[in-house]
Each structure stands twice: as C-alpha cells, then as structure tokens.
T-cell receptor, first 114, second 111 residues
Framework: DSGVTQTPKHLITATGQRVTLRCSPR?????VYWYQQSLDQGLQFLIQYYNGEERAKGNILERFSAQQFPDLHSELNLSSLELGDSALYFC?????????????FGNGTRLTVT | GQQVMQIPQYQHVQEGEDFTTYCNSSTTLSNIQWYKQRPGGHPVFLIQ?????EVKKQKRLTFQFGEAKKNSSLHITATQTTDVGTYFC???????????FGGGTRVLVKP
C-alpha cells in the first residue's frame, strides 16, 4: 500500500460529460502529481502541485484542470469528455517539490468514456 | 522538449535467463528513477541514480547511470516469473522541473 488514495476506482461516463477525480496524498507529502496512462502506453505527465500551488505543467489539455486544497488533497477535473480521454489516471505524491524523492503512486482511476 | 526513450518496448525472456533494458535521454539528466508496474497495478519506485557512472544493485537487479548522464540501463539476472511487468525509467533534465517517463519495457517471462 503506497498510502496514496484515489477515488473512484472506476468511472464510466458519456462523451461531453464532466468528471472529477480525487486524490489524497501520503501523510506528510506536500507534492501531488497527475499522470495519464492510455492502454498499454507510458505515463504522460499532466500537472504537479506543491502545498497548494501549481509547480509544473505537462501536456494537460485546456479541458482539464486541477487544484490542490489546503488539506493537500487534489482533484483533477475533466470536462467535455471525448472517447480519447479514456485512460487510467494516476495520482502520485512525494515529500518534496523537486524530484530527489521518489513518487508514490495511487491505484489509479480508470475512466471509460462511451 | 525532453524525450526519454526505452528499448526494447517488449522483452520476452525465458525463465532463468538474463536481460537488459535501456533508457536514453535526448538531454543530460540530473537524476534518473526506475519504476516497476505489475499488470493491473500502479508504478512502484525501485531506485534512483544521481551520479555519473553510478551502479546500484538490488538482489538480481543492477541499475547503471551512464557517464554522460544521458542513458541508463537495468539488467536482471536469472529472470523469475515475479519479474513480469513494465519497467519505466523516468528522468529530469538538469535544471528542469518535470519528471519525464520513458515508454516502458514490458517484460514477459516464459516458464
């Protein structure tokens, strides 16, 4: 158990809809990262937050947004969903803002857009 | 932008044999991390390499960071069925702020 909690585990929704994915980092970790993994593909970095502030941005679509709350949990909002958004979305946390500490991944949320 | 390439994409290994997977970056890296993702699971951190030419071992796994800090390798000896999974390298370029993952090497073990 990595200590990172993601909900829900599975999400099935229709095109054009909006969903929210939630992540609670490991106790004490201030950084939260979001990654997208399409079927049998690598991990695409979306966005990173540190202690409530955005720190780095990857290939995140304008239809996607995220935030980190004062209690350090994070939410990833996906809107105007398209079939191609179907993927496994991972949240990871680390103790620091830099990359000298390892990332601890949650179990992911599998999103299916129909 | 920074690219991290892994080869091979797939590795079919006979149980008991050795194999190596390689990770190559288009830019010099400040450090490199390796993760393993079991089928249906999430990536799990294995190790981090920071120094040029660094070599670290974890039981049957040997990790190496290239002298130029642009490539890395993972060598597994006497492969076991428990080694099945996808191995990802991830690097951050010097003075960078994004951890870029390679595409992974999917390892299949034949008993």
């Amino acid at each position: 158990d990595s200590g990172v909690t993601q909900t829900p585990k599975h999400l099935i929704t229709a095109t054009g809809q909006r969903v929210t994915l939630r992540c609670s980092p490991r106790s004490g970790d201030l950084s939260v990262y979001w990654y997208q993994q399409s079927l049998d593909q690598g991990l695409q970095f979306l966005i990173q937050y540190y202690n409530g502030e955005e720190r780095a941005k990857g290939n995140i679509l304008e239809r996607f947004s995220a935030q980190q709350f004062p209690d350090l949990h994070s939410e990833l909002n996906l809107s105007s969903l398209e079939l191609g958004d179907s993927a496994l979305y991972f949240c990871a946390s680390s103790a620091q803002t830099g990359y000298n500490s390892p990332l601890h991944f949650g179990n992911g949320t599998r999103l299916t857009v129909t | 932008g920074q690219q991290v390439m892994q080869i091979p994409q797939y590795q079919h290994v006979q149980e008991g044999e050795d194999f190596t997977t390689y990770c190559n970056s288009s830019t010099t890296l400040s450090n490199i991390q390796w993760y393993k993702q079991r089928p249906g699971g999430h990536p799990v951190f294995l190790i981090q390499l920071v120094k040029s030419g660094e070599v670290k071992k974890q039981k049957r796994l040997t990790f190496q960071f290239g002298e130029a800090k642009k490539n890395s390798s993972l060598h597994i000896t006497a492969t076991q069925t428990t080694d099945v999974g996808t191995y990802f390298c991830a690097g951050i370029k010097a003075a960078g702020n994004k951890l870029t993952f390679g595409g992974g090497t999917r390892v299949l073990v034949k008993p």
